[in-house]
């Protein structure tokens, strides 16, 4: 699917996101080897994006299933379209005298409701979709075990129908927050990374990217503001994703430069707990505000 790593990373910068080398190397040994690849990391350093920016660079369909506490198969693979099964033993009672045949025939694979994991497996044509299977540690672990089978060999067996095996296997995200440890027999049908916080550097060159037209001060200020904080014990340490939303909505304000007021008034774009907001407002904000406004800092 990519001729090398290099062109791998060039795809992936057109597409506004900044892979450092080791996670560029996982994607393509995932993507080579049709391994599923996992992602843990905090929430919001870009985990679900690379599924996102996978599916674009390949022009391929992106199948989502989010995970949930309580998430069982049915939902994830597929169900039975019982009002539409009824409708056809209502038609067939009407049209055939053969009543020994009724409902022989309803379990047909027209009449199934394909979810993600099931669509991911039939997907037509000679492209393989992404499958992300974000969030896994929200699932139960009776949800990883079935897992197991599909990410082994990329086939689902049905009673009514049978064993129905990928042509085209998906190639498989998952992603987790490490909100509690995933089974060691799901990671090892994986490749495994674990997508840290960007270094100055690297979330700087992240903020040019996916915010056009942001001035290089304003990018620096963030930046600094966002790797200075993160150091501090807060309850939800912002990720990427907050500083580009926070960049984004400074730009919307006509903001160029950073200052207490405008940290002030925009900390909902960084912190999402009000124990961490009402603990930033009583720090000294204008020591990070310092700390950022010198560019060799």
Known sequence: MFSSINDLEEQFSEQGYIADHLLLTSIYLSTSLGKPIFLEGEPGV????VAKVLAAVLDTELIRLQCYEGLDTYTALYEWNYPRQMLELRMEEARSDDKASIGKDIFREEFLLKRPLLRAIQTPGDKPPVLLIDEIDRSDHEFEAFLLEILSDFQITIPEIGTIRAVH????????????EIHDALKRRCLYHWIDYPTLEKELRIVKSRV???????????????????????????????????????????????????????????????????????????????DTGNPQS
Not at 46 to 49: D, F, L, M, S, Y
Not at 170 to 179: A, F, Y
């Open 46 to 49: 870009g985990k679900t994006e």
């Open 169 to 180: 296997p998906p190639i498989v995200v998952l992603t987790s927050n490490r909100t509690r």
């Open 212 to 290: 056009p037209g942001i001035e290089q001060q304003l990018s620096r200020q963030i930046c600094h503001f966002m790797q200075t904080i993160r150091s501090q014990d807060f309850f939800k340490r912002p990720g990427v994703a907050e500083t580009i939303d926070w960049a984004h909505a400074l730009l919307a304000l006509g903001i160029e430069e950073l200052t207490e007021d405008t940290v002030n008034a925009t900390l909902g774009c960084i912190l999402k707990y009000k124990d961490d907001i009402e603990k930033l407002q009583h720090e000294d904000l204008s020591r990070f505000i310092m």
